[in-house]
Nanobody, 132 residues
Framework: VQLQASGGGWVQTGGSLRLSCAAS????????VGWFRQAPGKEREFVAA?????????????YYGTSVKGRFTISRDNAENTVYLQMNSLKPEDTAVYYC?????????????????????WGQGTLVTVSS
């Protein structure tokens, strides 16, 4: 699976952006898709994940990192072979390069999903900058 992340940019605090993760080479609906981010000088951080179509994790079809819960929403459009990350109420601490990833994690536990090393395919990243 080849993944292409896009939609990053510059936005003021409180603004919104929608990131896209488009796939080629394989149907994305059969994969779980996750978003991670990495800010300068910091470790990679789990942001959100959505399970493959028709599959549910123990806590539902989606997971969110604590710092983005209630502000970000992950969704998929199988017809477009794309997964989206809608980011609202953005804060300066959301500034980072955002990466999408895909993998066969349909029955994984939360700790596995949150671990970037569990994911098989990665996009190139898109930069989000939130100014104060």
């Amino acid at each position: 699976v080849q993944l292409q992340a896009s939609g990053g940019g510059w936005v003021q605090t409180g603004g919104s952006l929608r990131l896209s993760c488009a796939a080629s080479g394989r149907t994305l609906s059969s994969n779980a898709v996750g978003w991670f981010r990495q800010a300068p000088g910091k470790e990679r951080e789990f942001v959100a994940a959505i399970n493959a179509s028709g599959k549910r994790w123990s806590s539902g079809r989606t997971y969110y990192g604590t710092s983005v819960k209630g502000r970000f929403t992950i969704s998929r459009d199988n017809a477009e072979n794309t997964v989206y990350l809608q980011m609202n109420s953005l804060k300066p601490e959301d500034t980072a390069v955002y990466y999408c990833a895909a993998g066969q994690l349909g029955h994984a536990i939360m700790s596995t999903i949150f671990n970037g090393n569990s994911w098989d395919y990665w996009g190139q990243g898109t930069l989000v900058t939130v100014s104060s």
